[in-house]
C-alpha cells in the first residue's frame, strides 16, 4: 500500500496526520506543501498509485482519479 510515491517529478504523499488532506514536495521530502484536501462524499485517502497520466487514489468511500496531479478528483467505482 503506497502512501506516498514519485508522480510527475514530485513526491506527493497522504499526510501522516491527516489522511484527508495530500502534501506535495518538490525538494525529494525536505518541505511539504497542501496539494489538496478530500470532500466529505471521499472519506480520507487510503492509498495512490500512478496510473499513467492519471492519479489514483483509493479512499474511503471509493476509487477516485485526478488528471491534474491531484488538485481534484473525480470517482471511478466503489
Excluded at 21 to 45: A, D
Aim: overall charge positive.
Amino acid at each position: 500500500m503506497a502512501t506516498m510515491l514519485n508522480f510527475k517529478g514530485r513526491l506527493i504523499r497522504i499526510n501522516p496526520t491527516n489522511a484527508k488532506q495530500l502534501q506535495y514536495s518538490t525538494n525529494n521530502g525536505l518541505s511539504w506543501h497542501v496539494k489538496s484536501s478530500t470532500s466529505s462524499s471521499m472519506g480520507g485517502f487510503i492509498e495512490l498509485m500512478d496510473g499513467g497520466g492519471e492519479l489514483i487514489a483509493r479512499c474511503e468511500k471509493g476509487l477516485y482519479y485526478s488528471t491534474n496531479e491531484g488538485l481534484s478528483f473525480h470517482f471511478r467505482s466503489r
